[in-house]
């Protein structure tokens, strides 16, 4: 009797009947959601947590996400530990070999910090606090090449 149907033919049909059926259901249970979206009235929300959004308003991001936090906690302590040594290495007249050991010994502390996408930051910081003490000359590639080396 159905010798005559081949299997690609049923599959078809199974997956327009499938198609259709859930177009069916779609349209039965979110047919207002749908005339608001085509009107425009309502944006897709692809990922949805419900009041989360509006909790985080109330409180820092740094509350919600405390491990991923830490390495900017360290960054701007890094920072300021920085100018602390800008300040010390001008006051001292530090040579510029020196004041590269220095700051090299201080950018250790901070391994999560070389590993991190502040690291950047970091470095055109510290470029850009060198900058305005001409007795300190220090390039971006320089800065860069004391996270790499040790003494």
């Not at 081949?6 to 059926?21: D, K, P």
């Not at 949805?48 to 740094?62: A, D, E, H, V």
């Not at 602390?84 to 050991?101: A, M």
């Not at 502390?109 to 502040?118: F, G, N, Q, T």
Request: proline share 3%; glycine share 2%.
């Amino acid at each position: 009797m159905f010798t005559n149907i081949s299997w690609s033919n049923y599959i078809i049909a199974v997956s327009v009947l499938l198609v259709i059926w859930y177009l069916i259901l779609v349209f039965k249970f979110y047919y207002a959601e749908l005339k608001q979206i085509i009107s425009g009235e309502k944006k897709i929300k692809i990922l949805s947590f419900g009041n989360r959004s509006k909790r985080n308003l109330s409180k820092p991001i740094s509350s919600s996400f405390s491990e991923s936090f830490d390495t900017l906690e360290d960054a701007e302590e890094l920072s300021d530990r920085v100018l602390q040594v800008i300040e010390e290495s001008t006051e001292r007249n530090l040579s510029p070999t020196e004041f590269q050991n220095y700051l090299r010994l201080v950018l250790e502390e901070y391994p999560y910090v070389k590993i991190s996408s502040l690291r950047e930051n970091i470095n055109n910081f510290i470029v850009s606090e060198c900058e305005k003490h001409p007795q300190l000359p220090l390039t971006y590639e320089q800065v860069d090449s004391l996270w790499e080396e040790t003494i």
